[in-house]
């Protein structure tokens, strides 16, 4: 068995909501854009509790929390579907809900939050 590499799964995934998405971020940044990192979880032997944190960044506050709103809405309607080849998701719960994270830069607007994915294998 092999699970896939979530953090790879989930920029994929994330993908379809029309922004840049990362799982490294430095240097020059786009104004608009999702990070995800993986974060912990823990192991079974046919499934596996992932954590991801997802931190977005915006323009302004509103457009901050729009954007909040479009991945919660997408990690909703996760379950079930096949992020990346050789990943199955049966569950995601929120572990730690958006919360505002002040960036370094005052002339954008960030949040972070966490979801753990209940993840098996395909192959």
Same mark, same amino acid.
């Given at each position: ?54 931190? @977005? ?34 569950? @995601? ?11 370094? *830069?005052? *002339? ?16």
């Amino acid at each position: 068995m092999r699970w896939a590499n979530v953090e790879k799964a989930m920029v994929s995934y994330l993908r379809k909501l029309n922004v840049s998405v990362y799982t490294e971020t430095s240097g020059v940044m786009p104004a608009r854009y999702i990070r995800v990192e993986r974060v912990g979880g823990s192991a079974e032997w046919i499934s596996r509790d992932i954590d991801i944190e997802i931190r @977005v960044v915006a323009e302004t506050r509103s457009a901050l929390w729009d954007l909040v709103s479009d991945i919660e809405t997408a990690m909703h309607h996760l379950p079930g579907q096949e992020a990346a080849p050789g990943a199955y998701i049966d569950d @995601v719960a929120v572990s730690f809900g958006f919360a505002w994270d002040p960036p370094a *830069n005052q *002339n954008i607007s960030a949040a972070i939050g966490t979801f753990t994915l209940t993840v098996r294998p395909t192959e």
